[in-house]
């Protein structure tokens, strides 16, 4: 065995992780094998039990198994067709308003957020349906396609939020009350997005033209009808899983499991259903859910060697060192996460740096609910942050070509938005019970 001091395994093991990540292996190699490697030098055999016991405490975790349920909710969700029905009722009702369509697109990514929870489904959709119609009118490419960014991640924060999911058991926080905590402030984000659409299209009118009259010409009932029907499939799922919790019925996990029933029942419903798509959807929940657990298990087992070597308290002796109290050491996490979403996927955020924040949230005098609610406002801005940026690469990826839809014109369209999160995250800082409110009335 080596002697290292606390100082240095730090340094060596958070280095260590951003060379991997610089070397373009996938994530839970470098911190998986770093996790082993350090170990053993620090602690000899005994690192592999230690890293065996978590991995295995991670993987068997009854909490994370609604991760996969949730994700074959989405997946189904999107082959059912229920988006393309919203947008064609929305596009009739908000069409004449300068900026409509890029309205349209982040209420359309709202509501699906709350049905589908995760990012890779909801831009994808978005993409595929929304941008085309904007970018054919004569949109701005950068307004389009920076809505359907903004639009999509609007899933990994309102519930069922697959991020939520995993950050519970990682905090020692109820799943459900992450849930009820996420709700406002992924509706304040919604408004954001919207009126800021709404009020740049008011200055400039050019890069938004209103939809013809002529193309949404139709009876005030029919749009009536349109709209009604196309927002009952996702308010059934929505009361399904959400009000499930919410009124105490069921946990995460059962619902989760109503979620992926009901999914599958309007899939059927629609006529969407076959025995390809249920091998699709099996096969991209299988894919998406062992990354899932392959990161987690990796990381969480790193986490264990990374806090035996003490460098959780080299770690708890920064922040708590920040100056400015506890404000000061808020800023400096805050500000700290903002960076690693450049570089880190998400997922290795919250396995990495969650157990080691989560216990200094009660020394710093924060609500621990509060607090995780403001970090997964804060990962927002890591979808539409390059170069370790999902949402772009999502809508780089499934855009249609005719479009000439470039990565310039998507990053352009992202950075106003990563700038209104910023706006959202200091209004929950400003307004607590936009977070704590919700939580508090949830039925025992």
Same mark, same amino acid.
């Not at 170990?39 to 198994?65: D, E, K, Q």
């Not at 059962?254 to 309007?266: I, K, M, Q, R």
């Given at each position: 065995?080596?002697?290292?001091?606390?100082?240095?395994?730090?340094?060596?093991?958070?280095?260590?992780?951003?060379?991997?990540?610089?070397?373009?292996?996938?994530?839970?190699?470098?911190?998986?094998?770093?996790?082993?490697?350090?170990?053993?030098?620090?602690?000899?055999?005994?690192?592999?039990?230690?890293?065996?016991?978590?991995?295995?405490?991670?993987?068997?975790?009854?909490?994370?198994?609604?991760?996969?349920?949730?994700?074959?909710?989405?997946?189904?969700?999107?082959?059912?067709? !229920?988006?393309?029905?919203?947008?064609?009722?929305?596009?009739?009702?908000?069409?004449?308003?300068?900026?409509?369509?890029?309205?349209?697109?982040?209420?359309?990514?709202?509501?699906?957020?709350?049905?589908?929870?995760?990012?890779?489904?909801?831009?994808?959709?978005?993409?595929?349906?929304?941008?085309?119609?904007?970018?054919?009118?004569?949109?701005?490419?950068?307004?389009?396609?920076?809505?359907?960014?903004?639009?999509?991640?609007?899933?990994?924060?309102?519930?069922?939020?697959?991020?939520?999911?995993?950050?519970?058991?990682?905090?020692?926080?109820?799943?459900?009350?992450?849930?009820?905590?996420?709700?406002?402030?992924?509706?304040?984000?919604?408004?954001?997005?919207?009126?800021?659409?709404?009020?740049?299209?008011?200055?400039?009118?050019?890069?938004?033209?209103?939809?013809?009259?002529?193309?949404? %010409?139709?009876?005030?009932?029919?749009?009536?009808?349109?709209?009604?029907?196309?927002?009952?499939?996702?308010?059934?799922?929505?009361?399904? *899983?959400?009000?499930?919790?919410?009124?105490?019925?069921?946990?995460?996990?059962?619902?989760?499991?109503?979620?992926?029933? !009901?999914?599958?029942?309007?899939?059927?419903?629609?006529?969407?259903?076959?025995?390809?798509?249920?091998?699709?959807?099996?096969?991209?929940?299988?894919? !998406?859910?062992?990354?899932?657990?392959?990161?987690?298990?990796?990381?969480?087992?790193?986490?264990?060697?990374?806090?035996?070597?003490?460098?959780?308290? *080299?770690?708890?002796?920064?922040?708590?060192?920040?100056?400015?109290?506890?404000?000061?050491?808020?800023?400096?996490?805050?500000?700290?996460?903002?960076?690693?979403?450049?570089?880190?996927?998400?997922?290795?955020?919250?396995?990495?740096?969650?157990?080691?924040?989560?216990?200094?949230?009660?020394?710093?005098?924060?609500?621990?609910?509060?607090?995780?609610?403001?970090?997964?406002?804060?990962?927002?801005?890591?979808?539409?942050?390059?170069?370790?940026?999902?949402?772009?690469?999502?809508? %780089?990826?499934?855009?249609?070509?005719?479009?000439?839809?470039?990565?310039?014109?998507?990053?352009?369209?992202?950075?106003?938005?990563?700038?209104?999160?910023?706006?959202?995250?200091?209004?929950? !800082?400003?307004?607590?019970?936009?977070?704590?409110?919700?939580?508090?009335?949830?039925?025992?």
């Amino acid at each position: 065995m080596i002697e290292l001091s606390p100082e240095i395994a730090t340094v060596l093991m958070l280095g260590g992780i951003l060379v991997g990540i610089l070397s373009g292996y996938p994530l839970a190699i470098p911190i998986g094998a770093l996790g082993l490697i350090l170990g053993y030098a620090i602690m000899g055999p005994a690192v592999l039990n230690l890293m065996y016991t978590r991995l295995f405490a991670l993987i068997t975790s009854y909490v994370l198994l609604a991760a996969p349920l949730f994700i074959y909710m989405g997946v189904m969700l999107e082959r059912s067709a !229920v988006a393309e029905r919203m947008f064609d009722a929305l596009y009739l009702w908000l069409g004449g308003l300068r900026g409509g369509l890029a309205v349209i697109t982040v209420l359309l990514g709202t509501i699906l957020a709350a049905c589908v929870g995760i990012i890779g489904a909801s831009v994808t959709m978005l993409s595929l349906l929304a941008l085309p119609a904007m970018v054919n009118r004569g949109y701005s490419k950068s307004l389009a396609a920076g809505s359907v960014c903004a639009g999509g991640t609007l899933g990994i924060l309102i519930p069922p939020s697959i991020m939520l999911v995993i950050y519970g058991p990682m905090a020692l926080i109820s799943v459900g009350k992450l849930f009820m905590g996420a709700f406002i402030p992924g509706f304040v984000l919604s408004g954001l997005y919207c009126s800021y659409i709404i009020l740049r299209c008011l200055f400039q009118p050019r890069i938004a033209p209103s939809v013809p009259a002529e193309e949404r %010409r139709v009876s005030f009932v029919k749009k009536t009808t349109m709209l009604a029907s196309s927002m009952l499939p996702p308010a059934l799922l929505i009361l399904a *899983v959400l009000g499930t919790i919410f009124l105490g019925i069921a946990p995460p996990t059962e619902a989760a499991a109503v979620g992926a029933l !009901v999914a599958t029942v309007l899939a059927i419903a629609y006529r969407r259903f076959s025995w390809q798509v249920l091998t699709d959807t099996l096969s991209r929940t299988l894919k !998406v859910s062992a990354m899932i657990l392959l990161i987690g298990g990796t990381a969480f087992a790193f986490v264990g060697v990374f806090l035996a070597a003490g460098c959780g308290k *080299v770690i708890e002796g920064l922040i708590l060192a920040a100056p400015g109290g506890k404000w000061g050491a808020f800023a400096l996490v805050m500000f700290t996460l903002f960076i690693l979403g450049f570089f880190i996927d998400w997922l290795g955020i919250l396995f990495i740096m969650v157990p080691i924040i989560s216990p200094l949230v009660p020394v710093l005098g924060f609500d621990p609910l509060w607090f995780a609610m403001m970090i997964c406002v804060n990962l927002q801005m890591s979808f539409m942050t390059p170069p370790m940026a999902h949402a772009i690469f999502y809508l %780089r990826g499934s855009a249609p070509p005719e479009l000439g839809v470039t990565m310039a014109d998507i990053i352009r369209g992202v950075i106003p938005f990563v700038f209104l999160i910023m706006v959202g995250m200091g209004l929950c !800082v400003a307004f607590p019970q936009l977070i704590l409110w919700l939580p508090a009335q949830m039925i025992k």
